[in-house]
C-alpha cells in the first residue's frame, strides 16, 4: 500500500519567515495530494491540494509543489503568521474520489512572534 | 451549508464494550470515510461508504465496521473494545464526481477504553 513521510516533525519560525514542509509518497498511482491544517483539538481542514497532471499550485501564502518522477510533494508558507501556527499533515490517495487518504505522521509548526 | 458532524463528541467505554459512533455528511455529499486518529499511529484510513455500500476498507481488524444509509448519514461499531481503541475518530464527507473531491472532516469523537 501506500506510505507517505513527512519531515521535519516540528518547525520553528520567526513571524514573517517562510515555512517548508516535505512529503514524500511511495505509490506511483497516487494522483491526489491534499494538505491539512489541524489546531489543537479541532478538525482537520484542508489548505490546499493538487492532483498529479499540476506541478504547482498557490493560494494567497500558500503554495504546493509536486514532483511526479521524484515522487515528492511540499508545502511553503510565506510569510507566517503566529495563527498558521498548528499540526499540518500531507497526504496522499490512489482513488479517482480522493477518499482513502494516506497521511504523513505531521509536522506541528511553531510561527514565533 | 453546515459542516461535517459526529455524536457523541466524547465517549468513555470499557474493555469488550462495544460503541457506535454517528457522522452526518455535508448536505448533497454521498461518500462518507472513517479516520482513527491516534498520538502513536497517526492518521489512519478505516474505510469509506458510498451510497451504502463500503467502497473502500484500510488494514483494522474486523471489529471495526460501518454502514451508510440511505439519507448518506454513517455509523461506525467498534465490538470488543481494546485499550488501544482510545482515539479520535473522524469522519469524513465528499461528493464524488465534483471537480474538487475534497474530503470535508467532522470535529471527531473522542474515544477514551477504560
Known amino acids: 500500500g501506500e506510505n507517505v513521510e513527512q519531515h521535519p516533525s516540528t518547525l520553528s519560525v520567526q513571524e514573517g519567515d517562510s515555512a517548508v514542509i516535505k512529503c514524500t509518497y511511495s505509490?506511483?498511482?497516487?494522483?491526489?495530494f491534499p494538505w491539512y491544517k489541524q489546531e489543537l483539538g479541532k478538525r482537520p481542514q484542508l489548505i490546499i491540494d493538487?492532483?498529479?497532471?499540476?506541478g504547482e499550485k498557490k493560494d494567497q501564502r500558500i503554495a504546493v509543489t509536486l514532483n511526479k518522477t521524484a515522487k515528492h510533494f511540499s508545502l511553503h508558507i510565506t510569510e507566517t503568521q503566529p495563527e498558521d501556527s498548528a499540526v499540518y499533515f500531507c497526504?496522499?490517495?490512489?482513488?479517482?474520489?480522493?477518499?482513502?487518504?494516506?497521511f504523513g505522521e505531521g509536522t506541528q509548526l511553531t510561527v514565533n512572534p | 451549508k453546515a459542516g461535517v458532524t459526529q455524536t457523541p463528541r466524547y465517549l468513555i467505554k470499557t474493555r469488550g464494550q462495544q460503541v457506535t459512533l454517528s457522522c452526518s455528511p455535508i448536505?448533497?455529499?454521498?461518500?462518507v470515510s472513517w479516520y482513527q486518529q491516534t498520538p502513536g499511529q497517526g492518521l489512519q484510513f478505516l474505510f469509506e461508504?458510498?451510497?451504502?455500500?463500503?467502497?473502500n476498507k484500510g488494514n483494522f481488524p474486523g471489529r471495526f465496521s460501518g454502514r451508510q444509509f440511505s439519507n448518506s448519514r454513517s455509523e461506525m461499531n467498534v465490538s470488543t473494545l481494546e485499550l488501544g481503541d482510545s482515539a479520535l475518530y473522524l469522519c469524513?464527507?465528499?461528493?464524488?464526481?465534483?471537480?474538487?473531491?475534497?474530503?470535508?472532516f467532522g470535529p471527531g469523537t473522542r474515544l477514551l477504553v477504560l
Open positions: 469524513a464527507s465528499s461528493l464524488p464526481g465534483a471537480i474538487q473531491e475534497t474530503q470535508y
Open positions: 497526504a496522499a490517495s490512489y482513488e479517482t474520489s480522493g477518499s482513502r487518504l494516506t
Open positions: 493538487i492532483r498529479s497532471n499540476v
Open positions: 461508504y458510498f451510497s451504502e455500500t463500503q467502497r
Open positions: 505509490d506511483s498511482a497516487s494522483n491526489y
Open positions: 448536505s448533497g455529499h454521498r461518500s
